[in-house]
């Protein structure tokens, strides 16, 4: 008996649906509440301009030292929104189950609300408790539609699942911690649970797919010499071993032996990111976009890399990590939404992810980082300059986001690329 062809694990954009003819997207439709990405991604921009702000102000001569607020911020509101905003998103072409309820998005967006409130007022055990309920609406709504057999959702989902349960782990344990239940295992455990568990577990995850797919490379959905498109056996077997070396580097935190951990996630992420986000590759489509998606890779990497290298400057490696490597695919992978579903055509992405908006998202990673080896008080004037442009790049885009997720245009076809 001749085995199955191989079939697309995802379409080429995560809320289009193959044909044989090309790519469709999948037409508006009338609904009580808009779609969540149009909701969910304005907000997400929104709270990592309020996340960095702290630091212009400090900058200026405010009082006070942000760290706590500002990593809440960003992980907890700036990278849940996107994250909620793409999966609810997404979600039909991924499980082939219903789009997103009006009720469902409702939820989270109450939930996220309600801890930006309440982590600008200082109420840590309300903040958490609400960024909990905001991944438990998530998780819920993702598993109400998950199907198994030839419906199954793909392999990188195993990446996915597990991030959303480091998420509920690291909110709810930050709650028990705001409440005085427990102690941290290891200094800013449930941070890190979070940072390095959640988020790491859903870009290594979800940028396997989407960064090849986007970026046009050759055999996008293949993962070199491990498994062609659709062949899920040898898919699975090594995303499991990547999620279990993530969950291995947490555990070596909270054993104390953050060194061990920091070298599992650089191993981790590289394996990833070689074979399976095939960095190695230029990309196939020479474009701001695909230039955008491929260098956050390499931004994750090289920032694991350092951090495992050079323990001085670990906090230095991290924020190469979170702002290259986390902050240019979401500005990458949520410009390519937000055209695409909204029927605005792919050449519309160069007027949402202009030059200006990518050139001040580089300057701000790269004062970041520099910072760490700034001397003396000229770490705050690297903070607040960091932070100045971050918030005019995040600017900059949500002002050419906003007319495009306030209306839908017509829907487009577009041609699929074959693999190569």
């Not at 390095?196 to 490379?217: D, I, K, N, Q, Y």
């Amino acid at each position: 008996m001749s085995p199955d062809p191989p079939r697309p694990l995802i379409p080429i954009s995560p809320i289009e649906a193959p044909t044989r003819e090309g790519v469709k997207p999948a037409p508006p439709t009338a609904s009580t509440s808009p779609e969540p990405y149009r909701v969910l991604f304005p907000a997400g921009a929104a709270l990592g301009i309020l996340g960095v702000l702290p630091w212009l102000l400090m900058a200026l001569g405010a009082p006070g030292y942000p760290a706590d607020l500002h990593r809440a911020l960003m992980i907890e509101g700036f990278e849940l929104c996107f994250v909620a905003g793409f999966l609810l998103t997404a979600m039909p072409a991924f499980t082939h189950g219903p789009r997103c309820r009006p009720d469902e998005l409702q939820r989270v967006c109450v939930a996220i609300a309600g801890f930006a409130i309440s982590a600008v007022l200082s109420k840590d055990a309300f903040a958490q408790a609400f960024a909990a309920a905001a991944v438990t609406s998530l998780v819920v709504s993702l598993v109400s539609r998950v199907r198994f057999g030839k419906a199954a959702p793909p392999e990188e989902f195993a990446l996915v699942g597990m991030g959303l349960l480091l998420g509920l782990a690291g909110t709810v344990g930050g709650l028990l911690l705001a409440t005085g239940v427990i102690t941290e295992p290891a200094p800013r455990f449930f941070a890190r649970a979070l940072s390095l568990g959640m988020v790491l577990s859903l870009v290594l995850g979800l940028g396997g797919l989407l960064v090849p797919t986007f970026s046009v490379m050759a055999q996008p959905l293949t993962i070199t010499g491990i498994a062609r498109a659709g062949q899920r056996g040898p898919r699975r077997a090594f995303l499991l071993t990547v999620a279990a070396a993530l969950l291995g580097a947490l555990v070596c935190d909270a054993a104390l032996r953050p060194q061990w951990g920091a070298w599992l996630r650089a191993i981790a992420a590289t394996a990833s990111g070689l074979l399976a986000w095939k960095l190695w590759q230029l990309p196939g489509r020479r474009e701001r976009l695909s230039w955008c998606l491929w260098a956050s890779g390499w931004c994750v990497l090289a920032g694991l890399w350092l951090a495992a290298l050079v323990p001085a400057q670990q906090l230095a490696g991290w924020h190469l990590v979170f702002g290259g490597g986390f902050g240019l695919l979401t500005l990458g992978v949520a410009s390519r939404v937000v055209v695409s579903h909204g029927g605005h055509g792919l050449a519309a992405e160069h007027q949402v992810l202009t030059t200006p908006v990518l050139t001040l998202a580089v300057l701000a990673v790269a004062t970041r980082v520099a910072a760490g080896w700034v001397p003396g008080a000229g770490v705050t004037h690297a903070y607040g300059g960091a932070a100045l442009m971050w918030i005019l790049a995040w600017g900059l885009w949500l002002a050419r986001v906003m007319p495009r997720v306030r209306r839908i245009g017509s829907p487009v076809r577009m041609p699929v690329t074959p693999s190569r």
